[in-house]
C-alpha cells in the first residue's frame, strides 16, 4: 500500500455494457461486487455507426468520475485504465 499521503486509492470502477439497444455506463467497485450505480447510456447502433461517439462517450464518462474522485478527496485521480470484462461481467 502506498503511503504518500498524496496518494488516494479509490477502489472504483466504470463498466460498460450492451444492454439491449443501448450501452450503458456503470460505477461499480473494482472487484465487481453487486452495488452499481447506472451513470449514462448511449445507443449501440450510433456507436456501431460513429467509433469517434463511442470514443467520446467512454472519455466523458472517465471525466465525469475523475471529477467526482476529485470533489470528495481534493486530489484529481493520476491514473485510469482500461481493460477488457470477464465473460460474467458483460462488456461493450
Not at 473494482?30 to 455507426?49: F, P
Not at 460513429?50 to 471525466?63: C, I, R, S, T
Not at 491514473?79 to 465473460?87: L, P, S, Y
Amino acid at each position: 500500500m502506498n503511503k504518500d499521503k498524496n496518494f488516494v486509492a479509490v477502489d472504483l470502477r466504470l463498466a460498460f455494457r450492451n444492454e439491449g439497444d443501448f450501452v450503458n455506463c456503470y460505477l461499480m467497485p473494482s472487484d465487481g461486487g453487486k452495488h452499481q450505480t447506472l451513470l449514462a447510456s448511449v445507443r449501440v447502433s450510433i456507436c456501431e455507426q460513429h467509433p469517434d461517439v463511442w470514443n467520446a462517450f467512454k472519455d466523458m464518462m472517465k471525466l465525469a468520475i475523475g471529477q467526482m474522485i476529485e470533489s470528495v478527496t481534493g486530489k484529481k485521480p493520476d491514473v485510469m485504465f482500461e481493460r477488457q470484462a470477464g465473460d460474467e461481467e458483460g462488456h461493450a
